[in-house]
């Protein structure tokens, strides 16, 4: 759309009940906080529909977004707004490389895309979080950084001896399955963190990493959880375009 990438996602009950014949069973809302052994909650934030836009240019954004939101008056009102822009490339707020195990983008369809033949068949679930970050992460010696992740700060290599609690080692992707990440920073100098986007075929990837975040899986969790927050927390279902064109108003 004009240079603009539009994605819409809505919660999974809403969408059940308005095309429940192109809905993946099983699938549900952010409904409940996941909340770990040591009293460490990721709390729910479920809305009933996301839209997602990205550009080469702010101000294009702002123009198609400005007219979507326009054209569901009536229907719908915005619940939150997050304006993102990217970091050094392809580095997140810690200062590292983030979606070092991102597939490429030609194996991402397999990773991120119901398969052909299934309810849903090209559509995605989306997991959506907000994480704030500690002002104190940037004073911590980068090899103390590099542990917290499980990877080197410069060039991303993954730690041989990385700590079980490191982030990268609570989010083993050949444990939970591989997940599509579109993460994007978000904020001001003194107020930022993380836009968590991640894409997969399979709820149960996405779940299953967030208990293990959380310590649910081995009682204790992510390394990285003790200098960032997250704040919202929300499910979508996110259907291919042919599906929506043939979804009734």
Not at 8 to 19: D, H, K, M, N
Not at 156 to 182: N, Y
Request: with cysteine.
């Amino acid at each position: 759309m004009g240079g603009v990438n539009l994605v819409v996602g809505f919660r999974p009950e809403l969408w059940s009940e308005v095309a429940p014949e192109n809905a993946p069973p099983g699938i549900h809302g952010f409904n409940e906080d996941v909340k770990g052994p040591d009293g460490f909650v990721m709390p729910a934030t479920q809305h009933d529909a996301v839209l997602w836009l990205s550009g080469g240019a702010y101000d294009v954004i702002f123009d198609v977004a400005h007219e979507a939101i326009a054209s569901l008056s009536g229907l719908a009102t915005v619940a939150e707004e997050t304006s993102s822009w990217p970091y050094q490339h392809d580095r997140d707020l810690t200062g590292f490389i983030d979606g070092s195990e991102n597939p490429s983008l030609i194996d991402a369809t397999d990773v991120a895309l119901i398969p052909d033949g299934t309810p849903g068949a090209g559509g995605s679930i989306l997991l959506l979080q907000k994480w704030a970050h500690d002002p104190e992460w940037m004073s911590l010696p980068v090899a103390q950084q590099e542990r917290v992740i499980g990877r080197t700060k410069l060039d991303s290599v993954e730690l041989e001896d990385k700590p079980a609690d490191s982030h990268v080692a609570s989010t083993d992707q050949d444990r939970f399955g591989k997940i599509f990440r579109r993460n994007m920073p978000y904020g001001t100098v003194t107020n930022h963190g993380t836009m968590f986007v991640g894409f997969s075929s399979d709820q149960r990837r996405l779940s299953d990493m967030l208990q293990s975040m959380a310590g649910l899986t081995t009682g204790t969790r992510d390394a990285l959880t003790r200098y960032t927050r997250p704040i919202t927390g929300a499910y979508y279902f996110v259907p291919s375009t042919a599906c929506l064109a043939q979804t009734p108003v």
